[in-house]
């Protein structure tokens, strides 16, 4: 590793002082720490911009090829702690402020968490940006500066309630705004069949409007402090001021009101799994962005260039999941239409630049875009994507001369009642490389999402397994740890996470686990305290912290967790069977706001929760909480004070996860299915670091069809006596039939994600776990096992290959 350079700090009290008095105005007795927050983090800023100067000049200098990665979210989390971490500072700022009589803890916990992703697609992107950063390597991210993030969650009577979360999004101190680089994006309009002198076809778009993006960046540090990439976020606005047209015909209202529209347009994120099919304003986001990126890796790129020649070999632009797809039109459109070039070579140009990565299987978030939105919002795009199908399906005859029927399926426009783009079509016809997230997910998607096209193109498609970086979930979320690993084998793993195998003999040292497992209680004590704050439930660090925090969503099966806790209680109250070892069950995450079944099971945990936790005799060995409003400032809390991981989803169905690695890395033990990841963590820590229960992918693909979950329920007394306990008054309140839904899903409606057939198997695995948790040496070697042996989940070890195998990108030191 090449040793930190550490910036000069010497200036670094009067910036502060200096951001106080001249920019807020205010003499410091009077500034409140959001104040002093906001202070620090101008002055870190402002080191920040001599890096980030420094990298670009260093990439120009060498005309440096540089990969762009369109996201609609980036989930960043607090920057302040990371960015001090990253340069190396934080306990040099920490005394330069403890000098000025303030505590930098209390300044960062005044930063707010910019929530502008939903979970783990938003947390990878921002993952990958500080690996890329950190590795010295020339890779940018491109959003949206929504101005709501994903909504805060509260609960209220044991149901989530969502409010706006309006974040500082024009004046955040990490926001640099550059308004001398506005993209320009036409949007609606009509098109004009026109001739052209040669008398040729000659299609215009016309009467479109103009929207404005307007560029906010925020720096990303690498570790070691050499190199800052950035993450630029566009907000939109409005052309003019006013539709000078509409002004001047004395409509003043209406022409306000179209500015407000265009604004709107970055207003607030989607949630996931919610969105209504066919909800423009999210097409005319989708676009929004991808046509600004566009527009932008053109722009940076005719710097240095006269031509196109060279663009694929200097450009790589990844698209994270279908939701950038338009780039491929985007990018077609620009090189064509603006830029004169022929179709042919536009073509190999846009195939040779995008790569694409498919992040779900799930049929409902597989994105079509409806071809009558589709044409009142970008009819000239919706003419590129006929013309790209045309000569695609044309390639197709030649190669499947009388195979009709798998041209039907392959076309990038889907035929039926409501004619359809396929935006994963779009991606995968547009990219030289397609890639899954997990090894079985990239399996999945080979055989089963679209086999068509890898038997067309087998080369095209690869796998990246995810990764999470060490700076922030390691080093940053669970300093302790991050000390005691240091003092025994350096520092290296802080860059290169494979290292953490030397750990593996310390095993043997029973000082070292005794440490080691002591940090894993400070850390719960920690999280203890969270729960009693948000929760106001008071529980045992002494018990297995057991931890299911992820989005609420029925393939993720919380409802399976519950079931067991039920199956528990029931366990102690009528058969007096006592558990080997005291549990609390902590639940985080957030329901899509239309998620009905989703919400319900929060309030189903809550009602679970109050009779549990309320029962004086189960109560001693079962407590339940619910962590409200996930996000990445809380899970750096929960994760490093987990004992056990929950990651149980129906096998095939999680395309990867990532939490699943951050829980492994800080030492807790996975309870899991064969499904994404989990797989792979498997073969990592070994099968006797880990609970692998229930049905796997082969097994589930099997049963679909004839599953029975009556046959189940017919010879379960124990899950009989669970169901009828959801569908009683027991978990209610006074509210009648209220789980009645849930129980329905499962008995009457299929029990589309398997519940019943893994039930059995979960609560086995349970027990083991619960018997090898009681014997410390066991389970301390067991969780030593788990951060020993994750390395490779590293987002670095991710990004090199990516970098290697997708981008070809190289260090720039
Ligand atoms: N929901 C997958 O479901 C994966 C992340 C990042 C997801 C999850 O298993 O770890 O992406 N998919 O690859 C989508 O968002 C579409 C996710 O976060």
């Not at 500066?145 to 509260?154: A, M, T």
């Not at 013309?387 to 390639?395: V, Y």
Request: charged content about 25%; some cysteine.
């Amino acid at each position: 590793m090449d040793s930190i350079i550490k910036p000069d700090l010497s200036g670094f009290e009067n910036t502060i002082r200096d951001y106080v008095r001249y920019v807020l105005g205010k003499p410091m007795t009077d500034a409140t720490s959001t104040d002093l927050f906001n202070g620090v983090s101008s002055a870190v800023r402002k080191l920040l911009m001599d890096i980030r100067i420094e990298t670009e000049q260093r990439y120009d200098r060498r005309d440096v090829k540089r990969m762009h990665y369109i996201s609609m979210e980036f989930l960043t989390g607090p920057l302040l702690a990371n960015n001090l971490l990253n340069m190396g500072i934080q306990e040099d700022v920490r005394a330069i402020l403890k000098n000025m009589g303030l505590d930098l803890d209390i300044l960062m916990a005044c930063e707010p968490d910019p929530s502008l992703g939903n979970g783990g697609l938003g947390r990878l992107a921002a993952c990958f940006l500080d690996s890329l950063a950190s590795l010295d390597m020339p890779g940018f991210g491109y959003g949206i500066n929504y101005d709501y993030g994903l909504f805060k969650q509260s609960i209220m009577g044991g149901y989530q309630r969502e409010k706006p979360d309006y974040w500082p999004s024009r004046s955040s101190p990490w926001l640099i705004a550059r308004s001398g680089e506005k993209c320009m994006v036409p949007v609606y309009g009509r098109i004009v069949d026109t001739e052209d002198i040669e008398g040729g076809y000659n299609p215009m778009w016309s009467e479109w409007k103009l929207v404005v993006g307007r560029p906010h960046d925020i720096p990303v540090v690498g570790y070691g402090g050499h190199t800052a990439n950035r993450l630029r976020l566009f907000s939109a606005w409005a052309s003019e001021d006013f539709d000078i047209q509409i002004f001047n015909e004395g409509d003043y209202f209406r022409a306000v009101e179209r500015k407000i529209s265009s604004e709107n347009i970055s207003k607030i994120l989607y949630p996931s799994d919610s969105q209504e099919a066919g909800r423009e304003l999210r097409l005319v986001q989708e676009y929004f962005l991808v046509a600004c990126a566009v527009q932008d890796i053109i722009r940076i790129y005719l710097k240095q260039h006269d031509d196109f020649n060279q663009f694929s070999k200097k450009v790589a632009i990844q698209l994270n999941d279908t939701h950038p797809a338009l780039t491929v039109a985007e990018l077609m459109r620009s090189l064509v239409d603006v830029h004169g070039l022929e179709w042919d070579n536009a073509w190999d140009i846009t195939t040779q630049t995008l790569a694409y990565t498919n992040h779900t299987l799930l049929p409902e978030a597989l994105e079509k875009w409806p071809l009558a939105i589709v044409e009142k919002v970008i009819p000239r795009h919706l003419q590129i994507i006929y013309e790209i199908n045309r000569r695609f399906l044309e390639t197709l005859t030649v190669n499947y001369p009388d195979d009709p029927q798998r041209l039907h399926r392959m076309s990038i426009i889907e035929e039926g009642d409501e004619k359809q783009v396929r935006m994963a079509h779009l991606a995968i016809v547009g990219s030289h490389s397609v890639n899954g997230v997990a090894k079985i997910h990239s399996h999945l998607v080979k055989t089963g999402l679209v086999p068509d096209f890898y038997d067309l193109w087998p080369e095209k498609f690869n796998n990246k397994t995810n990764g999470v970086t060490p700076r922030r979930w390691l080093l940053s979320a669970n300093p302790g740890l991050a000390r005691l690993i240091t003092e025994s084998i350096g520092d290296k793993w802080i860059v290169d996470l494979d290292t953490l195998k030397a750990l593996e003999s310390l095993g043997r040292d029973p000082a070292f686990l005794e440490k080691f497992s002591m940090i894993k209680r400070e850390n719960k004590v920690r999280l203890a305290r969270l729960i009693k704050k948000t929760a106001y439930i008071d529980v045992d660090p002494d018990s297995i912290f057991d931890i299911h925090a992820k989005r609420i969503h029925e393939y993720k099966r919380q409802f399976l967790n519950v079931m067991h806790i039920i199956h528990g209680y029931f366990m102690i109250q009528e058969e007096g069977v006592i558990p080997t070892a005291p549990r609390t069950y902590i639940f985080s995450g957030k329901a899509a706001p239309g998620y009905f079944l989703a919400k319900l099971l929060i309030r189903l945990i809550h009602g679970v929760a109050d009779v549990v936790n309320k029962d004086p005799l189960v109560s001693q060995w079962i407590k339940v909480a619910f962590i409200p409003d996930y996000k990445v400032s809380l899970a750096e809390i929960i994760i490093p004070g987990a004992d056990v991981s929950e990651q149980i989803s129906t096998a095939g169905m999680e395309a990867s996860g990532t939490g699943n690695m951050k829980f492994a890395i800080n030492g807790a033990v996975t309870m899991g299915t064969m499904d994404g990841a989990n797989i792979e963590i498997a073969e990592a820590v070994g099968p006797d670091n880990i609970y692998i229960f229930g049905h796997d992918v082969e097994e589930i693909q099997a049963m679909r069809g004839a599953y029975d979950p009556g046959k189940i329920l017919a010879q379960s007394p124990h899950i009989q006596r669970v169901l009828n306990a959801v569908n009683s008054p027991l978990f209610c309140g006074w509210e009648n039939d209220l789980f009645f839904p849930l129980f329905d899903a499962v008995v009457n409606h299929g029990d589309y994600y398997m519940n019943l057939a893994d039930f059995q198997s979960y609560v086995d695995a349970q027990v083991r776990l619960s018997g090898d948790y009681v014997d410390k040496k066991k389970w301390a070697q067991m969780t030593l096992l788990n951060t020993a042996r994750t390395g490779i989940f590293s987002s670095d070890r991710t990004i090199r290959e990516y970098a290697g195998e997708v981008w070809g990108l190289e260090r720039q030191i």
